[in-house]
């Protein structure tokens, strides 16, 4: 989720509580990760319980935006922090873990998404308020709302949702999975010192050295864009591209094409024409004609 509240926003100069804290941990262990994500999936799930039970004539900015957006805000960044080890942690256990609460997370964040109750509260609360009664943020925030609701075709009928909402829990699985070949990937290649001629000392003497004799280069960004970006050897670099866009292709391929064939689905019970339609939305091009038109004339 990417919401804008009150709890991220400092004064004039963006120097609020929140800004100036660095919330990142790096001892999380593998049984606080589990309890912490279930912890904050109860809290958010009870104030969206409490949003959806509204009566419609009872909807205020107090009890429904506001409840939502700091809500939303404080579970983002909770999220971020449990979602951190399984990029950087050295544990395999903790990696595990915050990859497993990851998944849990991504299915609790489309069930939330495709809470029609609470659309239905914030389709009340437009019909309800003037449009001058919000301050321009919060009119922004509503209407941004009431969008990805659509987008998350919570105007359809049951059949539809329950079958965007299948087809978003898959996504967000296969995602999932794409993310961890990648980060558990070991694939690594052997150079000689002249075969990485231009990297500097520091960079070639913090490599290790294999059997062979020769210095092993793994496909990790660090070791991956020092090398692309300050090697002179051709060979060198071509080998390294070629080998970093290839990483985990056996698992990760069929992944891909599945993606795609479902990306398809969901734009189609949305009548959007193509994905890129879908996803160009939310972006200031709006569709993909527009960006057709945009690339031939930069060619012209």
């Known amino acids: 989720m990417s919401l804008t509240g009150k709890k991220l926003i400092g004064g004039g100069g963006g120097t609020g509580e929140a800004a100036e804290a660095n919330r990142l941990r790096w001892n999380l262990g593998k049984q606080q990760i589990e309890e912490e994500a279930q912890t904050l999936m109860c ?36 999220r971020n922090i449990l979602d951190f080890p ?8 903790v990696r595990a873990a915050s990859t497993e609460a990851d998944k849990r997370l991504s299915e609790f964040d489309v069930e939330m998404s ?26 922004r925030y509503m209407d941004r709302l009431l969008k990805l609701g659509k987008r998350n075709g919570l105007h359809l009928c049951k ?33 000689t010192q002249d075969e990485l001629g231009g990297l500097p000392d520091d960079f070639i003497n913090s490599l ?5 004799g020769k210095l092993k280069v793994t496909l990790k960004y660090p070791h991956y864009f020092p090398l692309m970006k300050k090697c002179y050897v051709p060979e060198t670099r071509k080998e390294m591209e070629q ?35 879908f996803v160009l939305e939310m972006n200031m091009a709006k569709n993909s004609k527009n960006v057709t038109v945009f690339l031939g004339n930069k060619c012209l």
């Open 43 to 78: 809290r958010t799930r009870r104030v969206y319980d409490r949003v959806g039970s509204l009566d419609p004539a009872e909807v205020t900015y107090e009890n429904t935006l506001k409840e939502l957006a700091d809500v939303e805000v404080e579970y983002t960044v909770q």
């Open 86 to 93: 399984q990029h950087v942690s050295p544990c395999k256990e």
């Open 114 to 139: 495709m809470r029609e109750d609470v659309y239905q509260k914030i389709v009340a609360l437009q019909n309800k308020c003037q449009a001058e009664e919000l301050r321009p943020e919060a009119k």
């Open 159 to 191: 059949e539809k949702q329950e079958e965007i909402k299948a087809i978003k829990k898959r996504i967000s699985t296969l995602c999932i999975a794409f993310s961890k070949n990648l980060n558990e990937n070991i694939t690594f290649l052997e150079f």
């Open 208 to 212: 290790e050295k294999v059997e062979s």
């Open 243 to 277: 080998a970093f866009n290839s990483r985990c292709m056996e698992d990760n391929a069929p992944i891909l094409k599945e993606l795609v064939a479902l990306r398809k689905r969901k734009s189609d019970l949305l009548s959007f024409k193509t994905h890129s339609d």
